[in-house]
């Protein structure tokens, strides 16, 4: 066993052929998420890191079975702590909603409602799940405001969303989402919408809470500084699927898919003073032009006649994976 | 607040004067008095009568300028009337015009309020049901119907409504109007339920849409995300977002409710305010009818500042000043 793979629990959550598909304008369905399989171990950040439109975020709406109409989840196994939550009827996801698997999302300035007081969106939260009075759910916002780092949260607990600013609004989300103690948190694009400094302040606040409370985070970012800070291990999706998984050492240092390879290439904190920038040629297809093989193949250098087909996963090394057709031929010769 | 609502009192009272002025260019511009008396007492009427209607009405001051007396206009005359409430008496029958809008304004009330009160929230409860079932047949259906009942005209419900209720299964009488109350229910039946379904599509439509917009909104999805259940999200989250829109939409009616329905009144026979209007119309009753224009006028003012004001409720983000 790595280093890696041995730093991390049991798994708490497994996603196994997560299928999530659109109808197109022409009436077929696309799978924007395209048969995702995915890890987290009980206390593990798992960073879930593509670009925008790659279907990381539709990925964790799947998971928490948030998709709204006419999207639709077509298949999958996702197994939360030892159990499925396949055929769970509504009253118990509604129980798991909030409840096992809190979320944050990229805009606090629209997700929180804008005609409600903040305190009271967190005590919807706390009330949701247990039932306790309002002055003993009033109490527990509080403390969690305080937790957060939310300055006077005696008073922000009466503050309408549109008084606080960017990140006392992401505070407060994140308040809200611990408001029942979950296993998971999914946290999508939590500090995509923040100036740097806050960013620096939340991503902080995660690591510390996460730990504290001993809560594995799903972290779905496009922002390669974030996965760095935060996360144990990495997923890299491209185009509905997931593409390599590793150690945030093995995927960050030694990144063996070609799309990876070009994603940590076209950073500017890794490339040499006055170099060129090396970019990926051409753009991400929209999904009903993706290619039923590997769907990289045609902005890949490395592609040959075997990419026509979809590849399957290649251990590269102990929990470093990586679906490529060149790196099994490497590997493999 | 209270420099607002003097800012805005003041604008609507240049609008009502600006309404006022409209009304008598259009009405002394087009109408020779002698034209108009002679329709008030007939055609054939001897020259001293018709003077004689003129000097009662007071139509045969000068119209702008009165070089004897500048305050003896009939432009003064008709600012000074309006503004102080004195509407004078009918062109058509002499009738004096205020005691004309008491009794017109009970039965207008009559058919409206409950009109209003029963068509929101039946068009609110819909729409939602329509907008919770977005993007299933249940909502092409609902927006389907919605758009055939708003294009049906509401001449086609009137007769349509009297000849099937009223002719053929007997139930309401056609029309009329009796203020007793053990009797005036069997009166409005039948205009309310053509007042509401003219109503509903149009009103149903445009509030699944508010509602449907609502329901992507990313609150939404936190919302559920908490573990918030459809129902709790539609009534505690959805709903209370959209009265914003639809505050605008619904507030500005309320004033209306006294001026009462037009059509409605006049095919059922309700002699209310609505119908009022359109026997002035008819008779070319114009002491009449700058009473409801400038009535109208005045209420939509008024609608506007309340409109303004539910919005300060509605909406935390809104401050008047």
């Known amino acids: 066993m790595s280093a890696a793979a041995s730093s991390t629990g049991p798994d708490l959550l497994v996603v196994e052929g997560l299928v999530t598909s659109f109808p197109t304008s022409r009436g077929r369905r696309v799978a924007i998420v395209d048969h995702v399989d995915l890890r987290v171990a009980c206390g593990e950040v798992l960073a879930l890191v593509g670009e925008s439109g790659c279907g990381k975020s539709l990925t964790a709406l799947s998971i928490a079975q948030l998709v709204a109409r006419p999207g639709r989840v077509d298949a999958g196994r996702v197994v939360l702590a030892g159990r499925s939550l396949a055929g769970l009827g509504p009253r118990e996801w509604r129980r798991i909603r909030g409840g096992e698997i809190g979320m944050i999302f990229q805009e606090p300035m629209t997700s929180l409602n804008p005609v409600q007081r903040v305190g009271a969106q967190v005590i919807e939260a706390i009330r949701l799940h247990e039932r306790v009075r309002p002055r003993e759910a009033q109490r527990r916002a509080l403390g969690l405001f305080e937790r957060v780092g939310i300055p006077d949260p005696e008073a922000r607990l009466g503050a309408y969303p549109h008084e606080l600013s960017g990140g006392m609004k992401q505070r407060a989300m994140i308040a809200m989402a611990l408001s029942a103690r979950p296993k998971l948190l999914i946290a999508d694009e939590p500090t995509t919408a923040l100036d740097v400094t806050i960013q620096a302040q939340i991503l902080d606040l995660l690591r ?12 779905i970012t496009h922002d390669l500084g974030v996965v760095n800070e935060l996360a144990d291990r990495v997923a890299v999706m491209y185009a509905g699927r997931v593409v390599e998984q590793g150690s945030r050492e093995d995927v960050l240092a030694t990144a063996r898919h070609p799309y990876t390879v070009g994603l940590l290439g076209s950073l500017p904190a890794r490339t040499p003073r006055g170099a060129r920038l090396v970019e990926i040629p051409g753009a991400v297809p929209p999904p ?17 006649a075997a990419c026509a087909e979809a590849p399957d996963w290649t251990p590269v090394t102990e929990g470093h994976t990586v679906r490529c057709h060149a790196v099994a031929r490497e590997i493999g010769a | 607040m209270s420099a607002w609502l003097l800012r805005r009192l003041a604008w609507g009272a240049v609008t009502v004067l600006g309404v006022l002025g409209f009304l008598f260019v259009l009405f002394f511009a087009t109408a020779q008095p002698e034209d108009v008396a002679r329709r008030a007492i007939g055609e054939k009427a001897p020259p001293e009568a018709i003077a004689q209607w003129i000097a009662n009405h ?4 000068p119209r702008l300028w009165n070089p004897e007396d500048p305050l003896d206009t009939m432009l003064f005359e008709h600012y000074r009337r309006m503004l102080t409430f004195d509407f004078g008496r009918s062109d058509a029958d002499d009738v004096p015009i205020s005691q004309r809008l008491r009794g017109g304004a009970g039965p207008s009330l009559a058919l409206t309020v409950p009109l209003f009160l029963l068509g929101l929230p039946l068009a609110l409860a819909v729409a939602l049901l329509v907008a919770f079932f977005r993007e299933t047949y249940i909502d092409r259906v609902g927006v389907v119907l919605a758009v055939v009942a708003m294009s049906i005209s509401i001449l086609i419900y009137i007769l349509g409504g009297q000849y099937l209720i009223g002719v053929l299964l007997r139930w309401f009488p056609i029309s009329g109007f009796a203020a007793d109350p053990s009797v005036i229910a069997r009166f409005l039946a039948l205009p309310l339920l053509v007042g509401l379904l003219n109503g509903i599509g149009s009103d149903v439509r ?13 609150y939404v999805r936190t919302a559920f995300a908490k573990g918030a259940g459809d129902g709790r999200v539609m009534a505690r989250h959805v709903l209370p977002n959209a009265m914003i829109p639809i505050l605008t939409h619904e507030v500005v009616r309320i004033p209306f409710l006294f001026t009462g329905a037009l059509l409605l009144e006049s095919f059922f026979g309700i002699p209310g305010l609505g ?8 008779a070319n009753d114009f ?6 224009v400038y009535l109208g006028a005045l209420l939509f003012v008024a ?7 539910a919005y300060t409720l509605a909406d935390p983000r809104v401050r008047l000043g």
């Open chain 1, 288 to 304: 009903e032009d993706w290619p039923s093989g590997c769907r990289f193949a045609g902005r890949c250098a490395r592609a040959y």
């Open chain 2, 275 to 282: 119908s009022i209007t359109v026997d002035a119309i008819h």
């Open chain 2, 58 to 61: 007071g139509y045969d001051r």
């Open chain 2, 303 to 309: 609608g506007q500042i309340l409109t303004d004001l």
């Open chain 2, 206 to 218: 445009l509030y699944r849409t508010i509602f449907v917009e609502e329901t992507s909104r990313d």
């Open chain 1, 208 to 219: 510390e809470l996460g730990q504290e409370l001993g809560m594995a985070v799903l972290l």
């Open chain 2, 287 to 292: 002491a009449t009818l700058r009473v409801m």
